[in-house]
């Protein structure tokens, strides 16, 4: 079992004492070990006649009558010397005749070395089958100490009443069975005494309520009162109450309900573990029989985890369906039922006789029914062995159910959201950022639709006005040519490797076609090798899978000695899929999938941290490289307010993660099968203009024929030359940033002059006019280079 709550480590008990007692010698205060508090308490009881404690308090004040040492202060060795006296002092803690079933021992004034422990708190520690741990670190041990003795000073001498009260639970464990107890301890200062052995420090009403406030500030106490101006004396008693039930319920709700995501297996195994310790058996197991057969049934399969009696079994999900099920019983009267042996039914369903199979003799089945069908369930407590569950297991169930119904249903609620988000990542266009305009649009839809008497109506055109483009693409230089080498390369091995084994088999078969083909297959190869042309790839694909290839078939089947021969290992080194060698073409593929699925990342990532500060439109396009577009303005903005500031930060933040991705591509060359570099491009347009979804094509678009001359000039500035030269704007391992205004090039001049600052470019700057393209010119550029 996983530490699924960040606790301590469960250790030997006595290990965690002799630690806390290395923690604790440093005790600024000086404590001395004395029974006159405790026995000026019993004087008090003595003297109130009508208190039935009154025969107790006189038995053991008896018993101090012969031991004058023990009035004095003694010393460790009179203490040992008359050990018997502590069990009498205990007795006034535990209810009479218990003792032996109680944890607890007495210390002196703030130590953690016991002076005397109750018989099951000694026998924890003596035996080997458990281990504990506290809740609490060393330096907290000490922390709470100080403030507790404090807390005496100021309710004695300065008139202040500070409960010094910090929860510790003590958690058991059994070693073989796992089962866990967790006790609550509390520490009794009532027999502890304090006196002044210098000048009581003066503490103004402001310290005091500083103090109070803070009780956990150990360096504040020590100062305000000094430890050589006290001394502590008397006894402290400690003693531990179940809290088991209550420490599950607190774990349950942390984990089930926190904010720490955790795989849905491990919350599993996590419920069944507390629900074990809960009922104090390692035997029982608590199961959720699912009702809904849509998204449950689904997830069950996908993530192949059950959390039911019946997992994996015919009836997992229609057990509730069968007459005469116990499962069909329950569901039907909505009411609990306990049947205490599985094998004593006489009528046993098909289901029973399925969980009897299993091992199971006792079953609880207890309906759980909520207003949304789907969380529907019943919820099972099954064990091998007879007659384990009664009423009371049922009131008890009843503590923790809603926890764990919670805690999974929450987890289904992220199952559920995590696949939105797939759909919405993998098949639509519809930014989370905008979606709450699609919703708009939907109720106004369904609003028209029922003023219509149920006819359909046409879906308003969503548009948002008035909107700032950035637009830029990282894409692989020279992708083109690199594609066609990698074919041409796997196309001439594989005509070579064709030649040779049609030279082979022409040894031991005689067929016209093989020299036919042979001829063929050397023209081909030297006229690709002169010169390629994508055209080239499918007539030889198709004279290799229709021609070529099933004549080699035929020849094996003709010519049985081929078998095992030439033929064979030809078709072991092209690909069977495709029919064809396919390793350098495989090289560049992988090569621009690992660049563009870094590159995504990188976007990615950055926008979900920009749309946490801003919301706005993104989207992005996987090609030979990536290509992306942003829209911010305020139409995006349904509740916040847009401004200048925000499209620069904007603007910035996009030179930023471009400088990012030069730099990841570069980093990447090691790892890439085939050497491939990208040129990085921004376009700034400082107009707004307004976009409109296409619901043809499920995506936005600019709407009006002014705004379209902005996507003419995105789509064809890649390739752009510089102006008089036959040199490309975009270059390898460079970020080109194209403007229309003047205004836009000292802007981005600024920006760059802090890239230089952070060493993120060099210090050349190009300013470059590009030539005339098609419908546009006297665009111009700025160039840098990433370091």
Known sequence: MKNTLNTPPFQNLKNIIDHEVVVLESFPYPTQISFLPFLAHLKKIVQEKDRIDNSFAQYVLQQFDDKPALLEQPDMETIRENAQIFPHL??????????????????????????????????LMDKDDSEVNLNIEEEEVFNRMVSNACSLILKKFYGQSFEASFPTILSIRNKSTQLERHLKLHIVTDYVDVRPIKKLPELSKDQLRELIQNPTSTKKWIKSLPPENFEFFGLLFVYFTDFTEL???????????????????EDVDFVQHQVKSFFNDPEIDMGLKILDDGFARMILNLYKISISALEKDMFQFTAEKIPGSAY???????????????????????????????????????????????????????????????????????????????????KRDELESGIANIVQDQFTSIDPSVYWKFRESAIRQLKQKEGVNGQSTKIAPIVFKEVYPLYGQADIVG????????????????????????????????????DYYSIKVDKLQKEIQKSFRPSDETHILDLLKNDIHPCLRNLQEEYPILKGGAIDRYFEQINAHLGVIYQARKDFEESVSMINQQLSEILQTADIKMQEKLPHYFEKYQTDGIEYNIYVGQSILPQQRFSEYHL????????????????????????LPMALTTSQLIFVYSDALDIRFRMDEKHFDVDGAYN????????????????????????AGKIAIVYLHEKNRLEYLDYLDYLQQKKFIGSEIEELELGKLQGVEGLRALRINVL
């Open 648 to 671: 620069k930060n904007f603007r910035l933040w996009q030179l930023l993660t471009m400088c990012k991705i030069t730099r990841k591509v570069k980093d990447l060359q090691a790892e």
């Open 328 to 410: 069909h019983k329950v569901w039907q009267t909505k009411e609990a039922l306990i049947i205490e042996d599985l094998t004593k039914l006489k009528q046993p369903s098909i289901v029973e006789k399925c969980l009897i199979k299993k091992g199971i003799r006792s079953l609880l089945l207890f309906p759980s029914v909520h207003q949304d069908p789907r969380l529907d369930q019943i919820v099972e407590l099954f064990s091998p062995k007879p007659k384990v569950f009664n009423y009371q297991s049922l009131v008890k169930l009843k503590l923790i159910l809603p926890l764990i119904e919670a805690g999974l249903n929450k």
């Open 479 to 514: 992708s083109s040519l690199h594609r066609n080498k990698a074919i041409q390369t796997d196309l001439l091995e594989n005509l070579g490797l064709l030649k040779n084994t049609l030279k082979e088999i022409a040894k031991y078969a005689q067929a016209h076609l093989l």
């Open 247 to 265: 420490e599950i319920i607190s774990r349950l709700k942390d984990k089930m309900l926190g904010k720490d995501p955790t795989p849905f297996l």
């Open 90 to 123: 205990m007795t006034g803690f535990f209810p009479p005749f218990s003792e032996e079933k109680q944890y607890g021992y007495i210390t002196a004034p703030f130590s953690t070395t016991p002076l005397y422990l109750s018989k099951h708190f000694q026998d």
């Open 708 to 731: 379209v001359r902005y996507e003419i000039i995105k789509k064809r500035i890649d390739k752009a030359f510089i102006l008089g030269t036959k040199e490309r704007l975009t270059q």
